[in-house]
């Protein structure tokens, strides 16, 4: 029988093992062991960033509200958390992140409360109307940009994004507790836009405009 090295983690113990002794089929199968597998450790900031980002891309595409849904907290991971994944690879590169936006011209005004609003693919200037102004927002700037108004309420980028991760169930499914969380719950229970609930739609285009924002960042990492 052939001998040779092993490291893996034990799925009975949970401890890393090592081994040089011949590992029988039955045995191996049962503590999770293929021969010549190698242990791989915790995944990098950077592989993770640069994963996280390949995800994103391959949600656009779809049409599953689900895989839509799970930009949310793809987003969050890396703008919102106590530990923002950007922040832990951007700490080596240093790099200026600028998210490029739209204006809007048809917002209503704030406390309307006959009003039901949202931006949309407005946001993006690569999907807006032709003609809009293009503006160039620091991080903190794009997620207090306002992207929707629900009969008095306005709504930023941020609270789209904790919103669909918190409550609508890409990170927790939970009930909406607040009066901004309980307006955004009954407007996507009653209103429909392209097959979509507004807030789940409206983060397909805060994700491009996020993605195209991490294209230096990107190219740093790919270049080290």
Not at 51 to 61: G, M
Not at 133 to 144: A, C, E, I, P, V
Not at 160 to 188: M, S, W, Y
């Amino acid at each position: 029988m052939r001998t040779t090295m092993y490291r893996f983690k034990c799925r009975i113990t949970k401890r890393c093992c090592r081994t040089n002794f011949p590992l029988r089929s039955k045995f191996a199968a049962e503590r999770g062991v293929r021969p010549h597998q190698t242990f791989r450790g915790t995944m990098d900031a950077n592989t993770l960033f640069l994963k996280t980002l390949e995800d994103i891309e391959s949600r656009l595409s779809q049409s599953d509200p689900y895989e839509i849904l799970l930009i949310a907290g793809l987003l969050r991971k890396l703008f919102l958390d106590d530990h923002p994944l950007v922040d832990q690879v951007n700490r080596t590169y240093r790099v200026k992140l600028e998210f490029e936006v739209t204006a809007s011209t048809n917002k209503p005004d704030e406390g309307d409360k006959n009003s039901l609003w949202s931006v949309q693919d407005g946001l993006d200037p690569e999907t807006a109307m032709p003609g809009k102004k293009r503006l160039l927002l620091s991080r903190d700037q794009f997620f207090q940009t306002v992207v929707a108004m629900v009969f008095g309420p306005s709504f930023t980028v941020r609270d789209v994004i904790q919103f669909e991760a918190n409550v609508a169930g890409a990170v927790h499914a939970g009930a909406p507790k607040t009066e901004k969380e309980k307006a955004l719950d009954t407007v996507g229970k009653s209103v429909g836009i392209g097959g979509y609930a507004p807030t789940l739609r409206q983060l397909l285009a805060i994700a491009r405009v996020s993605l195209k924002a991490l294209v230096p960042l990107r190219a740093a990492i790919n270049a080290a």
